[in-house]
């Protein structure tokens, strides 16, 4: 039975792959404008984390403290979205947090030289608003960006908004 | 401590549900971008073909499903097989046309629909036309052009969701000359 559990997300890849090219494709076809390609994808992202966190929480004890949401954020979370956890969790006890993924699932099927790395951010941009939409439903107002240097490993880079 | 405990077997509906939110997010995306409801119809069906055609790799791949001798037999292959595999539900086969070149795919629940309800302003938006184009553009790449459209949607107060799939021709292909 591991194997169709696994089919269920190369369709979730290929939707997600879709997503990314059918948007820039419109945007080339003037049905929108480019730079808004990476607000719309983060926005996608956002409605998505929000609605995932609110089903996988819903039997769960109350979270300790912010570090215990980053933790679950970077295990559970990870596990159940990208298949496994985020490599290292770094931060400097002032509202930032550095999560390292060695091996990003949406960029392990690209080419791992320096070839692609231009393009890699439109691969990124749904991920940062589903890590903004989940803390945001744990009640933590953050900005998330991304970045990589040689793929497939990637950093995402969260700052928390004190209110 | 709780929280470890009752993971595991969350995990794989959880899986689906990141599926469905996330079409739920692109269709919503959809109809901001574009005016009207025909146009996303469209696009979905676009998107759909793109995923389909690369959707049959993995599942010739995953399934070792060999070639299918007839069209009732790709049928079944497509309700107990795919539809199984990527979304956990096997659809019925039913209202095969005299010459067995057409057919419906009942679908009792349709997972793409889980959390969706549609607002009266989009009465001509087909929410799982995205099917549609995998199912095309997945058939496309086994040399079979096929017509697939939905005629009944929960959606719309239906009450089981109908997809009418027609058989349009073999696709011969066309290889470079001095080729075999």
Known sequence: ???PEMADEALFLLLHNEMVSGLYRAAEQGEGENGRCITKLENMGFRVGQGLI???TKDTARFKDELDIMKFICKD???TVFKKQIDNLRTNHQGIYVLQDNKFRLLTQMSAGKQY???????????CGLIRGGLS???IKSIVTAEVSAMPACKFQVMIQKI | MSRQASRGTESKKMSSELFTLTYGALVTQLCKDYENDEDVNKQLDKMGY???????????????VGRCHDFRETADVIAKVAFKMYLGITPSITNWSPAGDEFSLILENNPLVDFVELPDNHSSLIYSNLLCGVLRGALEMVQMAVDVK???????????TEIRMKFVRRIEDNLPAGEE
Do not use: C
């Open chain 1, 117 to 127: 790395l231009e393009y890699a951010p439109k691969y990124l941009a749904f991920t």
């Open chain 1, 137 to 139: 439903n744990l009640g």
């Open chain 1, 1 to 3: 039975m591991t194997r």
């Open chain 1, 77 to 79: 979370f990870w596990t």
């Open chain 2, 150 to 160: 939905f005629v009944q949607d929960t959606l719309k107060g239906d009450g089981v």
């Open chain 2, 50 to 64: 793109n995923i389909g055609v690369r959707l049959i790799e993995d599942f010739l791949a995953r399934s070792s």
């Open chain 1, 54 to 56: 609110e089903r996988f």
